[in-house]
């Protein structure tokens, strides 16, 4: 198994060519992305898999959020990214347990996604629609879902997720 460890700034290029190849270039126009517009990756829960050459493998991402109008706070996980020679490998489902792991011992409470249930529920994912969560767009209420990182964490939590407070949307340029 390749060793995890923290993203580092040199593997911004391969990334962009990571996530193209796993998820296709339309991959923006999805309704996550839009919390992602403008905010910062958590840094602390950005995490990599190379090779002895330094090829990036695999990788993991997190983005703050909140939801409802309290404005819990929480973490979106997404996108995690395997290159397609290696997957079947298991660096996604490693990828995903050190992060969580990370995620807890750093204190978040809440973590949502959108992906396929089948891969994220043995993590301890549940449908997010069934706790009142919502996205502001059309997502397949079967692969919104959300766990709790401390129990109890979803209690009196509801409504739609948004950016976190204080954060701002850039636009780009017509």
């Given at each position: 198994m390749f060793p995890i460890s923290s993203e580092r700034p040199q593997d911004a290029a391969q990334l962009e060519t990571l996530l193209?190849?796993?998820?296709?270039?339309?991959?923006?126009?999805?309704?996550?992305?839009?919390?992602?517009?403008?905010?910062?990756?958590i840094k602390a829960l950005s995490f990599a898999v190379r090779d002895s050459e330094a090829k990036l493998l695999g990788s993991i991402r997190y983005w703050p959020i909140s939801i409802g109008s309290a404005a819990a706070p929480a973490v979106l996980l997404g996108p995690v990214a395997v290159h397609p020679d290696?997957?079947?490998?298991?660096?996604?489902?490693?990828?995903i347990r050190h992060s969580l792991y990370a995620a807890t011992r750093q204190g978040h409470?809440?973590?949502?996604?959108?992906?396929d249930k089948p891969y994220y529920e043995p993590f301890g994912f549940v449908?997010?629609?069934?706790?009142?969560?919502?996205?502001?767009?059309?997502?397949?209420?079967?692969?919104?879902?959300?766990?709790?990182?401390?129990?109890?964490?979803?209690?009196?939590?509801?409504?739609?997720?948004?950016?976190?407070?204080g954060s701002r949307t850039r636009r780009k340029a017509a």
């Amino acid at each position: 198994m390749f060793p995890i460890s923290s993203e580092r700034p040199q593997d911004a290029a391969q990334l962009e060519t990571l996530l193209d190849l796993t998820f296709g270039p339309d991959r923006s126009a999805k309704t996550v992305y839009r919390l992602r517009e403008g905010v910062a990756p958590i840094k602390a829960l950005s995490f990599a898999v190379r090779d002895s050459e330094a090829k990036l493998l695999g990788s993991i991402r997190y983005w703050p959020i909140s939801i409802g109008s309290a404005a819990a706070p929480a973490v979106l996980l997404g996108p995690v990214a395997v290159h397609p020679d290696y997957q079947g490998q298991g660096i996604g489902r490693a990828l995903i347990r050190h992060s969580l792991y990370a995620a807890t011992r750093q204190g978040h409470k809440l973590c949502v996604l959108v992906g396929d249930k089948p891969y994220y529920e043995p993590f301890g994912f549940v449908n997010a629609p069934a706790y009142g969560l919502e996205l502001p767009g059309w997502v397949d209420p079967e692969r919104f879902q959300v766990m709790e990182l401390a129990p109890g964490a979803l209690q009196g939590v509801s409504g739609m997720i948004g950016k976190p407070p204080g954060s701002r949307t850039r636009r780009k340029a017509a």
